[in-house]
């Protein structure tokens, strides 16, 4: 198998996007991720831009590029234009590596060499060719890239690449600089270039393409299938504009379709998961839930269907396992749409075994929870579990609740219970919605019980959480705990002080105590 030579250029060209600079510190922590990685080059910056990047490409190259012994250790490379005093400072801040390399580049299409240069074909050849002697004055290991070269005269481009390769360049990139091309054009494009220069084989041929047309990792496999061997990505796929190749894309796609590749990266992918967390976090670009490989949802089933499918044979709908990035498990999200079987596999691996007359009565509730609120959490469903295993019987059960309340409005609760078939119903006012209610209740049981504790908690997350409530109640020196849960938390309040109050009733009926109750209405 051959293989493919990841260049991450996350710290540079992905350090280029809008508002996504980093520090020295905090280049060096990617780095150390990147190594971590095992990518095969790292693109530390661009030395001569500042004085602060060329610190941080030293720090890098000294550290991260010096390896430890047994522990894979990247090539570290700057980039320089074809200009000597860019060159020189690209030397300075990459040679302590154990591996370092000069990245060179000056475009060659017509548009840049005419309006940005205001020079010739011939003078930017020549220059190409002076600049990538120079650097092998430094090391063998010189990058070489033809900027724009999609849009480069056809028969320009390989004759720069020719002349470089004679110079000495030992990679050269062809880079996809404004993400102009489509998979086929640039697969053609590397595959006619391979054919044409003739010294070819003397140097890797690399690509680097831009997601203008978000089609920046197609056109990367594309020159895979047709001989390129190095591709430029980033974390993320972070860069100038739209973005470079997303690494992670690049890397499980030739690691899953290597029946098509024929190929193999030098990649832990288990650590592409990190990488892409840790880049996030640095540059703050958050990652779009559906983003293929380190997406939230990109290893998450939600329907019904999937859902059973997955319990039955995770590959009916998974084509990667998402340990392979990183990632502990796939989420099978419970929701409206999920299943009896979805739930259930849910609920043994929270390690609740349920009979089948269980599983109906809890597959109900969680149908009524799962219409309220988007996502049921395992939080959540241990709460369902614990609401359903009361050991009190249930003296009164809470059939209605109205509330009113508000700024300038006298909070009233208007409260219905049922008691073995008996609907009692009852409304008071109060300091707020909760005493209202309270007090509604006590209205109809008849007990006035001292609420000592309220506690209000979130038991999953997102805006539509649980709320869970829990009371201590005291009856003539008789506590009693009482716990509910709801989407709404006054709905819990009441469920979880009804409770408390049945647990009452049931200690003071067995003392003989008897509560008042209402006649039904
Ligand atoms: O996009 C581009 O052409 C570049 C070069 C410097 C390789 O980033
Ligand atoms: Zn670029």
Redesign the pocket.
Same mark, same amino acid.
Do not use: I
């Given at each position: 198998m051959d293989k493919v030579i990841i260049f991450d250029?996350t710290l540079?060209?992905g350090e280029?996007s809008p508002g996504c600079s980093m520090d020295a510190a905090e280049k060096f922590e990617v780095a150390q991720q990147l190594a971590r990685l095992k990518v095969d080059v790292i693109e530390a910056g661009f030395p001569i831009s500042s004085p602060g990047d060329f610190q941080a490409v030293k720090r890098i190259a000294g550290t991260v590029g010096r390896g430890k012994k047994g522990v894979h250790t990247p090539q570290i490379c700057g980039?320089a234009r074809c200009v000597k005093t860019d060159i020189d400072a690209c030397w300075n801040a990459v040679k302590d590596a154990r591996f370092p390399r000069i #990245?060179t580049?000056i475009?060659t299409s017509d548009i840049h060499i005419e309006h940005k240069f205001k020079s010739t074909r011939a003078q930017i050849l020549d220059r190409a060719v002076e600049m990538v002697k120079h650097a092998r004055k430094y090391t063998p290991n010189v990058e070489f890239?033809p900027?724009?070269?999609v849009r480069s005269d056809f028969d320009y481009l390989c004759q720069v690449v020719t002349a470089v390769i004679d110079a000495g360049a030992s990679t050269v990139?062809i880079?996809?600089?404004?993400g102009y091309s489509v998979p086929v054009e640039f697969g053609n494009l590397i595959k006619r270039l391979i054919e044409r220069v003739p010294n070819v084989k003397k140097a890797v041929i690399s690509v680097?393409c #831009?997601n203008d047309l978000g089609l920046a990792v197609s056109n990367s496999l594309a020159a895979v299938l047709n001989g390129a061997r190095q591709v430029?990505c980033t974390v993320n796929g972070l860069?100038?504009r739209a973005g470079?190749a997303a690494m992670e894309e690049v890397v499980m796609a030739i690691k899953t379709r290597k029946d098509l590749f024929r190929a193999s990266t030098g990649v832990d992918t288990k650590e592409i998961y990190r990488a892409s967390r840790l880049v996030s976090q640095i540059t703050g670009m958050v990652v779009q839930p559906n983003k293929a490989i380190v997406g939230a949802n990109a290893f998450a089933h939600s329907s019904g269907i999937h859902q059973d499918g997955m319990i039955k044979n995770r590959t009916t709908y998974e084509i990667m396992n998402p340990e392979e990035v990183g990632i502990e498990e796939s989420a099978l999200l419970l929701t409206a749409r999920s299943g009896r079987n979805g739930l259930n596999n849910r609920l043994k691996h929270l390690g609740f075994h349920l009979s089948v007359k269980e599983l109906d009565e809890i597959f109900e509730r969680f149908k009524t929870l799962a219409d309220k609120k988007k996502y049921v959490f395992d939080e959540d469903l241990t709460a369902l579990l614990s609401e359903g295993k009361s050991e009190t019987p249930e003296t009164f059960a809470l059939e209605y609740l109205n509330i009113s309340a508000g700024t300038g409005t006298i909070p009233t609760a208007t409260v219905r219970l049922n008691k073995g078939g008996k609907v009692f119903q009852e409304a008071a006012c109060g300091d707020g919605p909760v005493d209202a209610m309270t007090k509604a209740v006590d209205k109809i049981t008849g007990l006035k019980p001292k609420m000592e504790d309220y506690s209000l908690r979130s038991v999953s997350s997102g805006k539509d959480a649980l709320g869970e409530v829990t009371v201590r109640v005291d009856h003539q020196g008789l506590k009693m705990l009482g716990r509910g849960t709801s989407t709404d938390i006054i709905e819990a309040s009441a469920k979880a002080y009804v409770t408390a109050v049945n647990r009452l009733l049931a200690a003071s009926n067995k003392t003989g105590a008897k509560p008042a109750i209402k006649e039904k209405i």
């Open positions: 250029t540079r060209d280029q980039l #990245h580049f475009a890239s900027e724009d070269a990139n880079p996809d600089t404004v680097h #831009h430029e860069g100038e470079n």
